[in-house]
């Protein structure tokens, strides 16, 4: 049987450590043991969820974000990263991506309850109330985005848009194509385009 080596010691350790300091809600402790553990393992999925999760304890969405995008790269079937990606995207507010990641990871394990529940409370937020200065803030986020600005663009979507207004039979027949279909509601969930 072959012997861990002194390398994957230090990193059992400095995980379990990570994992000690997060249970005790010791968050910055956490972070520091989780981005030394990612020096030694710059390709451990499992240490960089670990790392995005402290990094949510202690406000750092975007930090948050990098680390779980690099997780999903590095193991795209590592279902509770996608999970984790999905709730930073709802924080960020980018519930277009993270019905995406809810999705996605739903893709790999449709029993899997923080996926489901994730994707439950996106769509439900979808038709919940909101001001018009949210609805507004949330579109102005949304039209920051690089995905959102390419389907604005597309004429087909841009055809359809009108048509929900001037010929909604020809958009609901448009919308039975599963790509029209998932553009359109990426744009619902950013806010871009409004329901009722």
Partial sequence: MRRPT????????????GNDHFRAKEWAEAVKEYEEAVKRSPKNAAIRNNLSAALCKIMDFNGAKREIEIAVELDPKYVKAWARKGDI??????NHKA???????L?????NVACK????????????????EERKERAAHAMADPEIQSILTD????????????????????MADPHVASKIEKLIASGIVQTS
């Fill in 89 to 94: 995207e709802v924080m960020l507010k980018e």
């Fill in 6 to 17: 002194k390398m994957m010691t230090r990193l059992k350790r400095q995980k379990k450590r």
């Fill in 155 to 174: 004429p087909v979507i841009r055809q359809i848009l009108q048509d929900f207004n001037e010929n909604p039979a020809a958009a609901q027949k448009a």
């Fill in 99 to 105: 019905m995406e990641s809810f999705r996605t990871g």
């Fill in 117 to 132: 529940e994730g994707l439950r409370k996106v769509t439900a937020s979808m038709g919940s109330a909101m001001s018009d």
């Fill in 107 to 111: 893709a790999l394990d449709s029993a």
